[in-house]
């Protein structure tokens, strides 16, 4: 049975990556050192980590919310790269996108009927 997920994602400067996850997007460092950090917030976990030849590219997560609007209203005035305002889909999804400064993609998404 599957019970939790943390997506990776890939940084060359996994300090500034702890950095930016903690005073931009409001997450809390569970743990730390110099290739990896692990980023709490509420209950979704993220490993970030060093780029190597085993984690290259880009990493993204689709992260689910209670409020979609407040997320990004909050993220906006701490100056966090949105990618658009919150858009609600046919499917009954309303999300946004994020990126971090190494381009790595979060997409925030509320679910509604």
């Known amino acids: 049975m599957l019970t939790k997920i943390m997506p990776e994602l890939p940084l060359d400067d996994v300090a500034a990556g702890v950095a930016h996850y903690r005073d931009v997007l409001g997450f809390h460092i569970n743990y730390e050192q110099a290739d990896i950090g692990v980023m709490d917030r509420d209950r979704v976990r993220l490993l970030l980590v060093a780029r190597t030849e085993r984690h290259r590219g ?56």
Not at 85 to 98: A, I, T, Y
Request: overall charge negative; glycine content about 10%; cysteine-free.
């Open 58 to 113: 880009i990493g993204s997560a689709y992260v689910y919310v209670e409020d979609a609007d407040a997320l990004y209203a909050e993220l906006q005035s701490k100056g966090a790269a949105v990618q658009g305002v919150p858009e609600s889909h046919p499917w009954g999804l309303r999300d946004f996108r994020v990126l971090d400064p190494e381009g790595n993609q979060l997409t925030f998404g509320q679910p509604f009927e």
